[in-house]
């Protein structure tokens, strides 16, 4: 559960989350779990690859982090373990990412879609994810959750007001990898592997890289995109294919399950080098599923939201414990909206890009 602690009064400032009404900023908050990962963080520590020089923050104990490199913890769990990438043993580096932060504001505009917010139950605050409101109807598809019958990610990421997205960062180069980009004429196409399973060719799995040493059946994700840092540079002079599942193999030529996305720049006659850095700079996404867990009660859907009814999850399915287990919360429970107010420098998870449409 992402448990959230409060520090103090936050600084007088307004955060405004809808464009009509402001909401009035009362308490400054820290995260302190993994339910809303990667869109909120709480503590980590920063984990680094020797073979592909991935790094990423991972969820350590304070034990863990306190004993040192190479430490064990005392539930007698390994505090590092395989890398997301390439499956080498991923190594402690000491250095502390700490919780996100978040301004917590009283609701004076509606709860909408989207919004993250504060919840109070049994004697807790939780943040979660608004995935249904009063009137909606929450129902599944396969085990994936649907609001009025529409997937819950595609709903999310086509409402302009949703500003923070919730996606999952699948690949991105680094300068020490050999890479998943392979080039064909004048196409670089990304070709997906399992790290997990000796990097065999696979299609895009939903993984998520902080649950580390979590064992779970991974199911295929449906909805790729690319984007790139550097403020959508590099993607406005490119064509992107990128497969479907439902489209048919021969839809979208080049691309396939295990090789999902071909990009081909025009009027480029950059020199190896240039391309290489490029690719360095663009990262495969997918977009978040939201389903049932193997133990959830399927038998309580269709879910017709009555007044006051919100149904609320985390962007962390695996791990998250929200309405698939509470039901329905009500509105007396939103404390209200969180926004982010800090992000450790030079960590954030979230890029400022130009995006394709998933």
Known sequence: ??????????APLWVMFDSRQPDRPTADFAVSGFSMAPTLLGPAEILKCPQCAYSGPFPIHVSDISSGPGAIGQ????????????????????????????????????????????????????VKRIVAVPGDVIDLNGDQLTTNGEPIQKLLWRDDLVTAKPTVLVYQDTDQFSSRWQRQDDWFIYHHVNPYRGGTPSPVMDDYAVNLNIARRLEPATDLYVTDTRDGQLLRDAEVRIWKPDAGELSKPLVGPTHPIAIRWYHSNDPTNEVDNRLCQIEVRRLIVYRLGPR??????????????????????????????WGTVSAKQILGRVSLVRSPVGLSSNATARSTTP
């Open 1 to 10: 559960m992402s448990a959230i602690a409060v520090l103090g009064i936050a």
């Open 296 to 325: 959830d009660d399927r038998s309580k859907y269709p879910m017709h939201l009555g007044d006051n009814e919100y149904f609320v999850l985390g962007d962390n399915v695996p791990i998250s414990v929200d309405s698939r287990e």
């Open 75 to 126: 539930d007698g769990h390994q505090a590092t373990g395989p890398c997301p990438q390439c499956a080498a043993k991923l190594q402690r580096t000491g250095q502390i990412r700490p919780a996100d932060r978040l301004i917590r504001t009283d609701q004076q505009a509606p709860i909408r879609r989207g919004d993250l917010v504060a919840i109070s139950r049994a004697s807790q605050e939780h």
